[in-house]
């Protein structure tokens, strides 16, 4: 009969989080791509059929290992800075920050199963505590308005959706040759434009 409880699960965890923290662990070493739930089991020193007892498939596991690992790349970065910072040091704060967020979760990305990628999205964002990094951004640019040190009729919107989105592309080309001084020029960019004047 398969253990009910694997070894390094201690009293008051449950097997169910030590098997997604044990896969969120594989993904961030080596990716989604081949993984297999013998390996998770293996690793998480639990029989194979145990993991179909807590989760309905391999790709609902292997969404939340992902889930979780997009999460723990992310308390790995250093803290935002406070509204109070001028908006231009703190636009290349988010800006560094999506850039190290991308670098880190890129590699888990790819290759991965079509049905693992549409599970990972039911799960909702996991980056900014759910509320996801455009989404972030664009509500701390919508601050600034109201503060008066954004124009009032500024896209903060548009330029939110056009940071992320750059960090993400960029990242996506080659996550480890982002190149020098990309998040101030972007930052200079959405701030100044690119309109002769």
């Given at each position: 009969?398969?253990?009910?409880?694997a070894e390094?699960?201690?009293?008051?965890?449950?097997?169910?989080?030590?098997?997604v923290?044990t896969?969120?662990r594989?993904?961030a070493r080596?990716g989604?791509?081949?993984?297999t739930?013998?390996?998770?089991?293996?690793?998480?020193?639990?029989?194979?059929?145990?993991?179909?007892?807590?989760?309905?498939?391999k790709?609902?596991?292997?969404?939340?290992?992902?889930?979780?690992?997009?999460?723990e790349?992310?308390?790995?970065?250093?803290?935002l800075?406070?509204d109070?910072?001028a908006v231009?040091?703190a636009l290349v704060?988010?800006?560094k920050r999506?850039?190290?967020?991308?670098?880190g979760?890129?590699p888990a990305f790819?290759?991965?199963?079509?049905?693992v990628?549409?599970?990972f999205?039911?799960?909702g964002n996991?980056?900014?505590?759910?509320?996801?990094l455009?989404?972030?951004?664009?509500a701390?640019?919508?601050?600034?308005?109201a503060?008066g040190?954004?124009a009032?009729?500024?896209?903060?919107?548009?330029a939110?959706?056009m940071?992320i989105?750059?960090?993400?592309?960029?990242?996506?080309?080659?996550a480890?040759?982002?190149?020098?001084?990309f998040?101030a020029?972007?930052?200079?960019?959405v701030?100044?434009g690119?309109?002769?004047r």
């Open positions: 009969m398969a253990p009910r409880r390094g699960v201690g009293e008051g965890r449950e097997l169910r989080d030590h098997l923290e896969a969120t594989l993904i080596r989604t791509a081949g993984l739930v013998r390996e998770i089991a293996r690793e998480a020193r639990v029989a194979t059929g145990v993991l179909y007892n807590h989760f309905a498939d790709e609902e596991l292997l969404a939340l290992g992902l889930h979780g690992h997009v999460q790349v992310e308390r790995g970065l250093p803290p800075p406070g109070d910072e231009e040091v704060a988010y800006t999506a850039l190290d967020l991308h670098r979760i890129v790819v290759n991965l199963a079509p049905e990628l549409e599970r999205v039911g799960l996991p980056a900014a505590g759910g509320q996801g455009r989404d972030q951004l664009a701390y640019l919508h601050r600034q308005v503060a040190k954004v009032p009729h500024a896209p903060v919107e548009a939110a959706t940071i989105g750059a960090c993400h592309e960029v990242t996506l080309r080659s480890q040759a982002v190149p020098a001084g998040a020029d972007l930052v200079s960019i701030l100044g690119i309109r002769v």
